[in-house]
């Protein structure tokens, strides 16, 4: 079947063609990096779901493999769902899924690699004794799926928790086991929380309070606190909190600083979800994959014979102040890095802008930093405006302010019929100072029929002690990733361009805020295309 290449990207992970959803099962084994995924082999659209495989020694290039797992099962005939992977003692992974069975239950299963001297660990064995665990009567059976990476207790009993709702209340329902085959359920979750609906992917793992460093999922003690993600399919987002798992107790309280619904913490503030996080023990880090998708229409995607990306491999640790996480490309991204323009000390007085020229910016990676002084010009920041994104909708890229809206034009067509906003705004409130990152995509696209959101969070950062704001963005083809404050707050957008494509689209950066700011560096690379699947 034919690809439409206009809005593929070239350096994010995508198959061939096909529908793609949430990362499954990342894992470092034996020096290679796997990545499996939903995948519908049939077609661009959501169905069919495959545990599709694909195998990397350094998470940029990426080697096609058979699915690990298609549905041939009683216990999986409707779909090898979402899952994880663990490794055993003895250095033996196992998966950890959720199978559709024939009665549209939904069960979890395990699978085993079939051969372990094989190093990409093509073959998987789906046990008979499966499914491993069953929705008792409390559980209702379409409401129960994506089991966890287990971690091993001071028991010595393994512990997953997998992703459920009850009435309105999202839950991670606890599961414990001394060989990993035999399950038995916790009396409470691990925790849950009142009108989030359903937990979808949960993920749950310790962070080190001190330094970047990653640790396994099974480490527990004082120098490290403990994250929990869900993913709320109602309202599409992802969000976190930092907390501390009583282990004896088998409970996680999240801190005062971080809340489980809508007012909480996000990964990533735009078009992300099902993410997953793994221990990468070659680096010692902990790295996040999450599934970006399309934002224009199904017919689209149908034409284009593909659907759906991960976005970059990020690596994640928990903040100096222990409140909220950092969130940065992995360092492999940078090896991608190409012909390079470097712009220093430039003033943009309000209503300037100048065009970063001499790279093809449609597959980029950009680093600036923005010298912000005057804050006394800020706007008023307004308390009633809690929802970032909301106040981005209102205060986009062409309305102008006080400091700021400064920040880059992506994917801009000479014209600027077409542009994408990456921008800062800077808000005063009494005592400080709010920071708003936002992705302003409403003008990204000339074309009908595309959902063209903005996206925003606000940026936790004391700009008045370093005066200063930097901010990293990655384009490429048909995805924005924004990181700001050195992955602070993070944003990812998908975009449709119709004139600002491969060597049509442009990058600006423009001051719309009576203060004038100053770019003390910016640093554009052109990308190189890695082997992608
Ligand atoms: N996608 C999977 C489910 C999961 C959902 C099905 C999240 O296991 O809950 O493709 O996107």
């Known amino acids: 079947s034919i690809v439409s290449s206009k809005h593929r990207t070239g350096f994010h992970f995508q198959p061939q063609r096909n529908w793609l959803n949430d990362p499954n099962g990342p894992m470092y084994y034996n020096g290679i990096y796997h990545l499996f995924y939903q995948y519908n082999p049939k077609g661009a659209v959501w169905g069919n779901i495959v545990w599709a495989h694909s195998v990397s020694t350094d998470l940029i290039n990426w080697t096609p493999l058979e699915p690990a797992l298609t549905p041939t099962k009683p216990f999986d005939i409707n779909g090898c769902w979402s899952g994880s992977a663990t490794i055993l003692p003895g250095n033996k992974p196992v998966i950890f899924y959720t199978g559709v069975d024939s009665n549209n239950i939904q069960v979890q299963n395990l699978a085993f690699p079939k051969n372990l001297s094989d190093p990409y660990l093509i073959e998987w064995i789906k046990p008979d004794y499966n499914p491993v665990i069953i929705p008792d ?56 929380a009142s009108n989030t609906g359903m937990w979808e992917c949960p993920d749950f793992y310790p962070v080190s309070l001190h330094g970047n460093t990653g640790v396994d999922t099974s480490q527990y003690g004082d120098g490290f606190k403990h994250v929990l993600k869900n993913s709320l399919d109602v309202t599409r987002y992802e969000y976190y909190t930092v907390g501390t798992y009583y282990r004896e107790k088998d409970r996680y309280v999240p801190d005062m600083t971080s809340a489980d619904d809508q007012s909480g913490l996000r990964y990533d503030y735009g078009n992300f979800y099902a993410s997953k996080t793994f221990y990468d023990s070659g680096k010692n880090r902990r790295i996040l994959w999450g599934w970006s998708n399309e934002t224009d229409s199904v017919q689209d995607d149908v034409a284009k014979g593909w659907s759906g990306i991960q976005a970059i491999p990020r690596a994640l640790w928990l903040d100096e102040k222990g409140q909220q996480l950092v969130i940065w490309p992995v360092e492999e991204v940078e090896n991608l890095r190409g012909k390079l323009v470097h712009i220093k000390n430039k003033e943009l007085k309000y209503g300037e802008m100048f065009e970063v020229q001499g790279i093809m910016s449609s597959q980029a990676d950009v680093e600036v930093s923005f010298e912000v002084t005057g804050l006394e010009k800020a706007e008023i920041y307004d308390p009633t405006w809690e929802d970032p994104q909301v106040l981005c909708g209102e205060k986009g890229a062409s309305v102008k302010g006080g400091v700021g809206p400064f920040g880059l034009l992506v994917m801009a067509s000479s014209g600027l019929q077409e542009q994408t906003g990456v921008l800062f705004r800077v808000f005063k409130a009494p005592n400080k100072d709010v920071v708003l990152l936002c992705h302003d995509a409403t003008k990204s696209t000339l074309k009908g029929g595309v959902f063209k959101p903005n996206f925003a969070g606000y940026v936790d950062v004391d700009i008045r002690k370093t005066g200063k704001l930097s901010l990293r963005t990655l384009i490429d083809g048909s995805v924005i990733e924004s990181f700001g404050a050195g992955g602070r707050t993070c944003i990812t957008s998908r975009v449709y361009p119709t004139l600002a494509v491969g060597n049509n689209a442009h990058l600006y950066v423009f001051n719309n805020g009576q203060q004038k700011i100053k770019v003390s560096h910016l640093k554009a690379w052109e990308m190189v295309r890695p082997t992608m699947n």
């Open 137 to 192: 009567e409390s559980i209702e059976p379409s409401k129960f799926r994506d089991p966890t990476t287990g971690w091993f207790g001071h028991d010595n009993h393994w512990r997953v928790i997998i992703g459920s709702r009850h009435n309105h209340r999202g839950m991670a329902i606890m599961y414990r086991s001394k060989d990993f085959v035999h399950w038995i359920k916790a009396k409470h979750p691990l925790h849950s």
